[in-house]
């Protein structure tokens, strides 16, 4: 295929790696794992493994408190490992990206360790240090200003021995790192091109864009209320998305542009709104991010069609013909199978879920298990609990270990994820029946319906890159839109009951611009649908996919 670039038409698989295959038995996914089950997804058809970090870390925050930027954590092998890894995966035209933390680092970091030192360190200003405000009565240092960390508790840590607090928009073991400083962006660069020197495809950047925060550290305004953790709510308008983030993208571009092959950069941008979004690539220029994500498609959390069309059409027509990027599943949120399925039809929501995925014109991008249909199996009890969202403000916030168990390999011991006596999380208790071995050997599994998108989209020149059009478009129930053909290709029509009533739906082509002769159903979750051969009233069942 000559159409673009390969991360056009990538279908990328985020691996959390301490939960996808331990392959030495201490209870515990690591790089060795990955490799060997390489076989499995380039059968599925993906094309792009996101791991999560796997640097030297503490793993306060499982890998995103990064103390060695040019290194493997031991826990997950060595960089021969790795490399061995880059070098098998690219065998089956599998590309890896990396997950970058350029926001902050661990506070293990040798640069944070020298920062911390004094205040007259080469280091002090790689962090955001600042005065107290002052002392009150009891002589306890007041916080520079009311900023609240997103993981619960003042944004600001005090250090007794030089006396200033530093920010950390996470964990208090998480210390920002400040952008203001042009040595911040070299170093960080330098890591960059580590990488990218090893042959990686690309970058997920993590939480970019809370890179700068205001110069002045002007109070927030309270939004009201309180948050989980009990703090009181702050808008976040002086801490995220600040303006001068955008220089520090396009110069990353820049760089990352020097290499051969179409390096990617996708970025982990929630964003307030499509405007917002359509900066991050660098709007009609497309000289920032090629693919920050879309998080308003695949966090809408309930199937409600008008939302869904809305925000689907924008991310065609507002982003200056830019490549969108739709999110369901990933290790921050409960999966989607529980944020979308009503309990009584979650098999077939997951099917609608799957074909939004593979039928927008969105690069495609899944978490290990969605796959399958893994759920959220939120730990019960506090003791339990390995995140430290979760520990902090468990009960009302029971943390993101629910989306991380084990993946479910087979109905052995552990899923056949671990050989070990105790895995680092619990394997989900219904890996008996819900498991890639079973799903294989089960033709009508989700499993197989991933597959056949999977493979559909990778093919198809229509699903490739037909244009894309909403249909029946006052329709609160059904979600109905087209692919139109390319260079002879058919167009495709797609329609997602979104109810579990029947619908009946009329689909006006003319509406389109397109002119329908013959209809061929090419893939439904629904026997009676198979034979369908006009666009005229069609019934679909409840949360049928046709
Ligand atoms: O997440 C950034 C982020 O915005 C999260 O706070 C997210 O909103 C939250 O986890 C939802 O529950 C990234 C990583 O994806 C996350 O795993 C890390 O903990 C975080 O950065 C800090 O590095
Ligand atoms: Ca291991």
Known sequence: HSDGPWWKHAVIYEIYPRSFQDSNGDGIGDLNGITSRLDYLHSLGITAIW????????????????????????????????????????????????????????????????????????????????????????????????????FGGSAWQWDPKTKQFYYHEFYKQQPDLNWRNPEVEKAMFNTVKFWLDRGVAGFRLDAVPTLFEDEKLRDEPLTGGTNAFGDPNVSDIYTNNLPEVHDVMRRLRALVNQYPGDRVLIGETYLPSVAELDKWYGGAKHDELQLPMDMQVGMINKLDASLFRTRIAQAETRIDGNQPLFVFDNHDNPRSWDRYGDGAHDAATARIIATMLFTTRSTALMYYGQEIGMVTSTPTRKEDVKDPIGIRGWPKEKGRDGERTPMQWNDTKNAGFSTADTTWLPVASDYTTVNVQTEQETPDSLLHWYERLIAMRRNDPTLRDGA??????????????????????????????????????SLDMQEAGVK???????????????????????????????
């Open 51 to 150: 791991l999560s970090p796997i640097y030297p870390s503490p793993q306060v925050d499982f890998g995103y408190d990064i103390s060695d930027y040019e290194n493997i954590d031991s826990q997950y092998g060595t960089l021969a490992d790795f490399d061995r890894l880059v070098a098998e995966a690219k065998k089956r035209d599998i590309r890896v990206i990396m997950d970058m933390v350029m926001n902050h680092t661990s506070d293990q970091h040798k640069w944070f360790l020298e920062s911390e030192s004094s205040r007259d360190n080469a280091k002090r200003d790689w962090y955001v240090w600042r005065d107290p405000k002052g002392y009150d009565t009891k002589g306890k240092p007041i916080p520079p200003n009311n900023w609240i960390s997103v």
């Open 468 to 505: 894309s059009a909403m249909l029946d478009k006052n329709n609160p129930s059904v979600l109905s839109y087209i692919r139109k053909g390319v260079n002879g290709s058919p167009s495709i029509v797609v329609a997602l009951n979104f109810t579990a009533q029947p619908q009946t739906i």
């Open 516 to 546: 329908a002769t013959t209809v061929k159903t090419l893939l439904t979750n629904e026997p009676s649908l198979e034979q369908t051969n006009s666009l005229n009233k069609i019934t679909l069942p409840p949360f049928a996919s046709w």
